[in-house]
């Protein structure tokens, strides 16, 4: 019998990645918390039948993928720190046919006091 295909959805929520992003020198010399939330979107997959890693994405390995981009460059938008992420996810795992990014800062280097500012990223594979 034929395996059935799914849509799947994988969501990461809150991971914490200590890197150098920003406009001003003191958040690129001192670095900060960035959190995280990745949104996945797989099309067609036979995961939920087979039960198999290989049918799905392994989000450990997704989030060792975003560590991994969040400390191997310094950017000054998070907006472009997003669209390289998304970018890697999308070359790295082929199974991913959508992803969404949400990245915050948790102490924004503003006057006024808020919790946090944050961008949100989508990108389809082509």
């Not at 939330?37 to 039960?51: F, I, M, R, W, Y």
């Not at 999308?90 to 199974?95: I, T, Y």
């Amino acid at each position: 019998m034929a395996e059935k295909k799914h849509p799947l959805r994988i969501t990461i929520k809150g991971l914490e990645v200590f890197a150098h992003h920003g406009l001003l020198p003191g958040e690129k010399e001192l670095g900060q918390t960035f959190l995280f939330d990745v949104g996945l979107s797989l099309k067609h997959t036979a995961a939920p039948e087979t039960d198999d890693i290989n049918d799905s994405v392994d989000y450990a390995a997704v989030c060792d993928l975003v560590a991994e981009v969040a400390t191997a460059a310094s950017y000054n938008l998070l907006e472009k720190l997003a669209a390289v992420t998304a970018d890697e996810i999308l070359g790295r795992f082929p199974a991913v046919d959508r992803v969404k990014i949400r990245i915050a800062k948790k102490s924004p280097p503003i006057p006024q006091p808020v919790d946090q500012v944050a961008v949100m990223f989508k990108q389809t594979r082509a």
